[in-house]
């Protein structure tokens, strides 16, 4: 019996009370509400407090996402792949634990064959090493890779809070970092998946919080965390990192003209980007060291070679749900497929690109709680000065550079990340200071904005935590589980159905594909299928279904194989 069975047992619509989930919620909510408007001015005078102490307060924002998150394993376990960009990340981070940049290539690797990984002339992802980084880690210190997405979650809450203190004062600066626990901590999907965002809002934070310390101080140690987060984003989102690097040239270029405190001369100026230059070298070196080893070219990105070998990708996929908890309906899949294909009547290109950026915007919801809209509407409507103006400026910027690409997820624009979080900051800060006849309702209504926020968390939280995971049994942890219970080596042959959806893939191996317990390959027909034996002489040999309902997964028969069609990776 778990320590959650009596809570079920006591929401349970037939309980005494006949209390349900929601009544249970709505009563805490309640009761959190009574005890604001009770102890307003205790928890007011508690924030301000905590928040003067910045080692407190930031160890004290990185822990509470991750015993949020511990708190949810009962119903919301740890997260597996499901994605092929999550197994090639994941194949990155193997790759770095054996302490290697590539792997060689397979002497048959036209069995391996999958999305987003390179077979020649390495064995590799096509991903850079940034998000496989922190994977690594979380791997090699915790035994899994889940706990280096955790870690960099942690990261990001604690440096947001850093962040914002180079902007706003503490007390404002500790609210920020509540609310980046509340909209991507434990129920963000950048936490309950393998493909990245956090990292790169981690390097957000250190560019968007050292900018306004050199422009005060002027400090070598500032310049050393701005070239850091540069080299950080390089090393997960280089295209994205050229916009990054125009918006920061864009601040300096705006404050030195707008500006009328005392900035750093000129020769201190040209001293602090030569340390940003440095710190942001290693960035540059893992680069370029990545590259040689992928492709045997020290300027061809990963990603470069693999449009090159298997092409530009054209089939359009569905768009992971922007808006946490809220699923897509078969009808907005359709309407976001026909958004993105830009294929019909309309040959225009400015047109195709605007009418994309124009159905991209609702995407960027992500980044706010929904309460959270009129805090960034009146930090829009209430820019006075250059360096509020340039964050706006900024998010245009990322906006209209990444439109340029077919393809957009928010982990793409993840390094402006800190900054929605400081306008929203910004906005509730204006708008705590609008009195209506002397009378403060301004910081009445922003506290209500704050709460509304913590009241949606409370509700989305209650709800993961008092009942199953809705999501649908992952079909390959299944079929790993049936193999586990034989001993020994295994090759798993996959096969696929004539009407097989190609996004629906199976085949992922370790870094280390010899070695792996567990060998998946494609089932190229008797023939060929025999090489990959005698490869493996001693392995037991299964054929997977995975179109069958349930996959079926047989002991592997020569006889009963086929040749399958042509594949085709698009990655």
């Keep these: ?45 508690l924030v301000r407090q905590l928040a003067a102490r910045e080692g407190l307060s930031m160890a004290l924002l990185a822990l509470l996402p991750v015993l949020l998150r511990l708190a949810l394993l009962g119903h919301r376990p740890v997260p597996t792949p499901r994605i092929y960009d999550e197994f090639s990340h994941l194949l990155v981070a193997d790759t770095l634990r054996h302490f290697r940049l590539a ?76 609310l980046a626990v509340l909209e991507f901590g434990p129920l963000n999907e950048w936490m309950n998946s393998y493909w990245g965002g956090m990292v790169t809002a981690c390097a957000g934070c250190l560019v968007f919080g050292a900018l306004p310390r050199l422009r005060e101080h002027g400090r070598p140690r500032d310049a050393v965390l701005l070239g850091a987060g540069v080299a950080l984003s390089l090393l997960i989102r280089p295209y994205e990192t050229l916009f990054l690097i125009l918006s920061i040239a864009a601040y300096f270029c705006g404050v030195t003209y707008t500006s009328k405190a005392n900035l750093p001369s000129r020769a201190t100026l040209i001293k602090l980007a030569g340390v940003s230059m440095l710190a942001f070298l290693p960035g540059v070196v893992f680069t370029v060291a990545q590259n040689q080893a992928v492709t045997g070219s020290w300027t061809t990105l990963p990603y470069q070679l693999s449009q090159f070998q298997y092409g530009v990708p054209t089939s359009l996929t569905i768009q992971p749900n922007p808006i946490p908890h809220l699923p897509l309906t078969r009808e907005q899949q359709l309407d976001y497929i026909a958004q993105r294909s830009f294929h019909g009547e309309d040959r225009d290109t400015l047109t195709k690109f605007l009418r994309r950026l124009e159905y991209r915007i609702r995407f960027y919801r992500f980044f706010l709680l929904p309460p959270l809209y009129i805090a960034f509407l009146i930090f829009v409507a209430t820019i006075r000065e250059f360096r509020f103006a340039w964050i706006l ?31 929203s900051v910004l906005g509730l800060r204006h708008l705590s200071g609008v009195t209506i006849r002397g009378c403060a309702a301004g910081r009445e209504a922003a506290a209500v904005l704050v709460f509304f926020c913590v009241a949606l968390f409370a509700f989305w939280y209650g709800l993961s ?107």
Excluded at 30 to 40: E, K
Excluded at 108 to 131: A, K, M, N, R, W
Excluded at 409 to 415: E, N
């Design 103 to 178: 792997n060689p290539p397979h002497p048959l690797h036209h069995f391996f064959e999958t999305f987003f990984v390179i077979q020649e002339p390495s064995y590799s992802s096509i991903y850079p090493i940034g998000q496989g980084l922190i994977l690594a880690i979380g791997w090699t210190l915790f035994g899994h890779p889940w706990a280096g997405v955790v870690l960099s979650v942690a990261c990001f809450c604690a440096l947001t809070y850093w962040m914002l203190r180079g902007w706003v004062s503490p007390g404002w600066a500790l609210i920020g970092g509540l």
């Design 393 to 423: 400026f900024t998010f245009l910027l990322f906006a209209l550079g990444t439109n340029l690409f077919p393809y957009f997820y928010p982990r793409y624009v993840a390094v402006e990340t800190p900054l929605f979080v400081l306008a």
């Design 465 to 571: 935590f008092f009942t199953d995971t809705d999501q649908a049994p992952d079909a390959r942890s299944q079929v790993i589980q049936q193999l586990e219970k034989f001993p020994g080596k295994q090759v798993v042959f996959v096969r696929y159905s004539p009407h097989h959806v190609f996004q629906n893939e199976w085949v992922y191996n370790a870094a280390d594909i010899d070695s792996a317990r567990i060998v998946w390959a494609r089932d190229l027909g008797p023939k060929e299928n025999e090489k990959l034996c005698t490869y493996y002489h001693g392995r037991r040999f299964w054929l997977l279904e995975p179109d069958a309902d349930p996959p079926l997964l047989t002991p592997y028969q020569p006889a009963t194989s086929r040749n399958p069609g042509p594949f085709l990776a698009v990655p």
């Design 1 to 45: 019996m778990t320590l959650l069975q009596p809570a079920h047992a006591f929401l349970a619509p037939d309980n005494t009370l006949g209390f349900g989930i929601g009544d249970v919620i709505e009563l805490a909510l309640a009761s959190l509400l009574a005890a604001l408007l009770l102890f307003r001015a205790k928890c007011e005078q």
